[in-house]
């Protein structure tokens, strides 16, 4: 793995540029991640800096300090970009990202963060200090290793993720499982995600979002390259015969999507499994704007912070 050091020559708080988060603060500590999960679309992004090599923005703590401290109004919470895992197992990220996360939290500004990584200590003795305005997802969406190991090879395993919710538990802050991408006729069966539900459940989570893996030229390539010696990749192809094009509301793109009854009827399934086990499952409005308008990320994450309506405030002075 090739880690180099960049410098962030505009601004560390940005818009960006997923519509759905259009009125979100942002921020993205590195370009590239290690964890290389098949169905990943940032893997196709232009910016992309290639698998086995990861930028890191060495001076975005210090630019950050410099632009809160001339701001007027300040952004209730900040989303820590998916582009990129920022508690991906590389010590130069880790160590921007707490330092990020910990200006921030300072400033009484709220974080959100989805990670499949394994959370270190060190982090979650931060959080404990603002568990308040800490709002963590957790991606998950088997527990089988086999499975897991070969569409994320990299990332945490199963019981890694599951220790991360138990500790967050433990210092008061209740994640949300985020089963995103859902694989059909792999991941999204009722007894994959009865399994993982049980389980969830004793750890006490109550709210999970859900989504379906979409493909783009890239997507499909690249895990046909993951999964072209297992049983599955057939399987996954099969269910997109009938797949249509869809415009994403959360890009300015088109993908290719399972069709509107697969989804719908597999929406319903899953939120009635998920119910029996006392959690709330809702269906991501953003990646499914020809089902639900609602939640959208951005109005569901601010939710969490007692300060949301000044992310508008922040946004009329530009981010």
């Known amino acids: 793995m090739q880690i180099d050091f960049i410098e962030r020559k505009g601004y560390v708080l940005t818009r960006s540029t997923l519509k759905c988060l259009s009125l979100v603060a942002s921020i993205n500590p590195a370009l590239g991640c290690m964890h290389q999960c098949a169905y990943c679309y940032a893997r196709g992004y232009s910016i992309y800096p290639g698998d086995g090599k990861v930028l890191v923005y060495g001076n975005m703590p210090e630019k950050l300090k410099k632009e809160l401290s001339t701001r007027r109004k300040l952004p209730a919470y900040v989303f820590f970009s998916s582009t990129c895992d920022v508690i991906q197992p590389i010590p130069q990220v880790l160590r921007i990202t707490y330092e990020l996360m910990n200006i921030l939290l300072g400033y009484g500004i709220g974080i959100n963060l989805l990670t499949k990584g394994r959370i270190p ?7 404990d200090q603002y568990k308040k305005l800490v709002h963590v997802q957790i991606g998950i969406t088997t527990l089988d290793r086999d499975i897991q190991k070969k569409i994320e090879p990299f990332a945490a395993t199963p019981q890694e993720r599951l220790l991360n919710i138990k500790r967050l538990r433990a210092i008061g802050i209740v994640p949300e499982a985020k089963l995103d991408p859902l694989i059909p006729g792999v991941t999204d069966t009722e007894s994959n995600l009865n399994i993982l539900f049980k389980v969830l459940q004793g750890l006490g989570v109550n709210s999970t979002g859900i989504n379906y893996l979409f493909l783009r ?11 072209r010696n297992t049983p599955f990749l057939q399987r996954i192809l099969g269910h997109y015969k009938n ?3 869809l415009n994403l509301r959360a890009e300015q793109s088109r993908v290719t999507a399972l069709s509107v009854e697969y989804r719908k009827r597999a929406y319903e399934n899953i939120s009635r499994w998920a119910k029996d086990f006392g ?4 269906v991501c409005g953003c990646k499914n704007p020809d089902i639900t308008e609602e939640p959208l990320c951005g109005e569901n994450w601010g939710r969490h912070f007692e300060k949301s309506f000044e992310q508008k405030a922040l946004l009329k002075e530009g981010v």
């Open 279 to 282: 959690i709330h499952a809702y």
């Open 243 to 245: 797949a249509i094009s």
């Open 217 to 227: 030229p890239k997507i499909k390539k690249n895990l046909c390259e993951a999964l």
């Open 121 to 127: 200590l060190k982090f979650l003795e931060l959080f």
